[in-house]
């Protein structure tokens, strides 16, 4: 037993790897959030030991003995408040998983420093932490109010475009709001996954005795176990929840086995004791060398081409052919971790009618509760999921992780049952961005107006399909940017392979088409000998101009050349300045679009007390979708913020596919706003679902081969502007021009670009998520992945363009999915002002102290 004092009270704890776990998991103290534990790379876990802020998950509790440790939960009521309220108030915080760890560090920094803490020293210490979300501006912005003494100030609220908080701002920046991970029900057990040791090898026997034979473990589950489906998939159900005895791994996150025990640690030392007998086969991981293989990737499927897609219009050779330029160029993109901050969990836990409940983290409940229900051999009303509002996603929890094999368990045992991954779990398991292979030919005339575009794409998708069919659709026709071109030929392939499996992330396909865009754009404007600004703002699309696979565009896009006149004063300020300058430009879709029937519902009840419950279909995960539904509804109703109360679960049939491509504020607002008139149409009566819809059922989808489809029914866009110190190298600013259509609260939206830019910059420079020859990833810890740190973000200068939406809820258009679109593009851009050097391969590494300085070396 070790003795401390925690939060000023003696405490005696077990056994445990380290003080975060006998925290957690024996103290129940859970605002220290465990991201990476033990490795000690996110700062989630942070604590005062002693006074000095202490990372716990790398602190033995031998060390911790008779050691003064201080959380949150310790903090004085008033400083906690002042903590939190300030962090609300400038928008320094979006998921919230990070932001407990960090407040406790800044703490430590004020306690010492006092209003001598400077902004730049801030974000120096704050190295030790991560944050996925924020890009960190508005964090430092919380700090220097806190270092000054100043009193936080007034958070408002109201409806649409106001600057308030974010709803459960204040609990999330405490840690009192909670994840899935930090539930607890009594008789809770704990599972843990036994992943492939090979990449693609016949599985000949699983042998799960030594397993079972630890004490404390109460259940070893396989394929054999599996009533009903073994395959599952939000849109194509080719991914197994288990890899049989007789089948075949097809990327080393395939899931063997799954051992439940009464703690974590036992479930996750007895799941290396399951033993798997192989026979090893050559894994397939070169994409193109992939698609005329006579082997297949994965087991029981044929081939390795996932899906081709590709359009055509006008003559491409022939106006290629005489143009006054032309380029032709190849471009590559990497894959890429999300790193979201917060691992997946799932929590199941079944009831005495006979109905399994599962607390999720995913991104999209409905899914998950169709897919259990299908693996499990029920009924959907079986099986009720609750969305827990998660810590981060990015689209890397569209796919179940681990859902599917907890719920199983907790089904068959009849005991709640809660698995979550560990980081390397995580890095196994869920999708990445896509690497992508583009090939570009492109020609325009002599006054630098495009003329042409042929484009040939690969990616390699991995071995399953999650939503790489649509992936490689939202780049093939996006592949022109947001630009009119007369002559367009687009082919696109996806592949199958045996690397991690590739899904859905932010950009969502238009990121790496755009970065090949913006660079034959930037190589024609210097054939002609114009400026990057003026060579986009000639070509940018118009109400009426026929885009990309031949959509006619609306009044939505005057947004595209707003975006650059609100660019064009920095642009001119900095090169007059003789600054190095980037300029990029992009267009984003909202919604799935394609053809596809977008009804989406919304729930809004009024309680006797005064309470208004809004129920939605989407899943919070930083973005502020509950904030959204929010302010809708105090826009419609008039009631205080106060009042409402926002729930996800699957009790009510709201569901719409995956919280995705800007979905859920478009979507959802719309949705939210007529439950909201159906309620004062009816007086607003206590105890009555007053239900809502919006949908969206006139786009188009290629196959039907009409002339002018209408693809999406809303796109956003946005101008970065990158500029370089030509003495150093560095990036001393970005300018994020963003359209957002109307900003239903610009403080979150502000927020959003900062994040995303900070995101781009780093898919830009440094990050990447590379795999040997046998499919193995090599960065397999945060450390490693190249997210820049605090210390080497610029100044990331938000401007928002409102150009409304036609046909949209309130002319919304959403800001979450372009948010990174243009700046690669901004980035390579800029380096070639600065050395005369194109790039055409991301990431652009760039030796340390240039660009951003040392990403995380």
Known sequence: MTKFTLNG????????????????????????????????????????????????????????????IT???????????????????????????????????????????????????????????????????????????????????????????????????IELALGDRDYVDDIRVAGMLHGALRLADHARADVLKIDTTAAGAVPGVKAVFTAADVPGDLRVGI?????????????????????????????????REAAKLVEVSYRPLR?????????????????????????????????????????????HEIFQ????????????????TPGPDGTLKVFSGGQGVWDDRNQIAAVLGVTTAQVVVEQVSNGG??????????????????????????????????????????????????????????????????????????????????????????????????????????????????????????????GVIDRLAAEVGISAWEMRFRNAVTPGVVWGPGQIMDDGSLGARACLEAVKPAYDEAVN?????????GLKNSGLGNGFLEIVRAVVRFSEDGEVEVRHCWTEMGQGVHTVALQVA???????????????????????????????????????????????????????????????????????????PVIHAVFSYAAQLVVLDRETGKIEKVVAVHDVGRAVNPLLCEGQIQGAVHMGLGYALSEEFPCDDEGRPQNMTLRSLGIIRAKDVPTIEVILVEAPQPRSPYGIKGVGEIGLVPTAGAVAAALHDLDGLWRSSLPMRVPVGAAVGAADE
């Open 333 to 348: 993109t990497q894959r890429v971790e999300h790193a979201f901050l917060e691992p997946e969990s799932t929590l199941a």
């Open 634 to 708: 105090v826009e419609e109703l008039g009631v205080d913020p106060g009042q409402v109360r926002v729930v996800v679960d699957t009790t009510r049939e709201l569901g719409a596919g995956q919280t995705t491509g800007s979905r859920g504020t478009v979507m959802g607002a719309g949705a939210v706003s007529d439950a909201c008139r159906r309620a004062l149409a009816d007086g607003c009566r206590p105890g009555v679902d007053y239900e809502g819809e919006y949908r969206v059922d006139w786009t188009n989808s290629l196959d039907e081969g009409l002339e002018n």
């Open 283 to 327: 894994p397939l991981t070169d994409a193109v060398a992939a698609i005329d293989d006579p082997e297949d990737a994965v087991w029981e499927l044929d081939g390795n081409v996932l899906a081709r897609r590709a359009y055509r219009r006008g003559d491409v050779d022939g106006a290629l052919a005489t143009s006054a330029h032309t380029v």
């Open 393 to 518: 996603a990015f689209g890397g929890k569209e796919d179940m992780s681990n859902q599917a094999q907890t719920a199983l368990a907790a089904w068959l045992l009849q005991k709640p049952v809660k698995c979550t991954l560990s980081r390397e779990e995580s890095l196994l398991l869920h999708p990445k961005r896509h690497p992508f292979r583009i090939e570009y030919w492109a020609g325009c005339d002599g006054d630098g107006r495009l003329t042409a575009l042929k484009a040939r794409l690969l990616s390699d998708s991995g071995p399953y399909a999650s939503v790489g069919v649509e992936v490689l659709e939202r780049a093939a026709g996006h592949a022109s940017g947001p630009y009119r071109v007369p002559a367009i030929d687009v082919e696109s392939i996806a592949v199958r392979t045996n690397n991690p499996v590739c899904g859905a992330f932010r950009g969502f396909g238009a990121n790496q088409a755009q970065f090949a865009m913006e």
């Open 71 to 169: 959380t949150l939960e310790g903090f004085d009521a008033t400083e906690r408040e002042r903590l939190a309220a300030a962090f609300a108030a400038a928008g320094a915080l979006q998921c919230g998983f990070c932001t407990p760890g960090i407040l406790v560090r800044v703490k430590a920094l004020i306690d010492k420093k006092g209003s001598g803490l400077t902004r730049d020293e801030a974000a120096r210490y704050l190295g030790a932490h991560l944050c996925r979300c924020t890009g960190y501006s508005k964090i430092l912005d919380a700090v220097e109010v806190l270092a000054s003494g100043e009193s936080p100030p007034a958070i408002p609220s109201g409806g649409l475009g106001t600057r308030g908080a974010r709803y459960e701002g």
């Open 235 to 267: 849109i194509h159900a080719d991914w197994p929840v288990f890899i049989p005895e007789g089948g075949r791994t097809s990327y080393l996150g395939d899931v063997l086995a799954f051992v439940v025990a009464d703690s974590r640690e036992t479930a």
């Open 577 to 585: 300045g003789g600054k190095a300058v980037g300029l990029g430009f």
């Open 9 to 68: 009270q003696p405490v005696e704890v077990g056994d445990h790897p380290h003080l975060l776990a006998a925290l957690r998991e024996e103290l129940d103290v859970t605002s220290p959030k465990d991201g990476c534990s033990p490795s000690g790379q996110c700062g989630c876990c942070t604590v005062l030991i002693d006074g000095k802020a202490s990372v716990s998950c790398q602190i033995s509790l031998e060390k911790a003995a008779g050691r003064s």
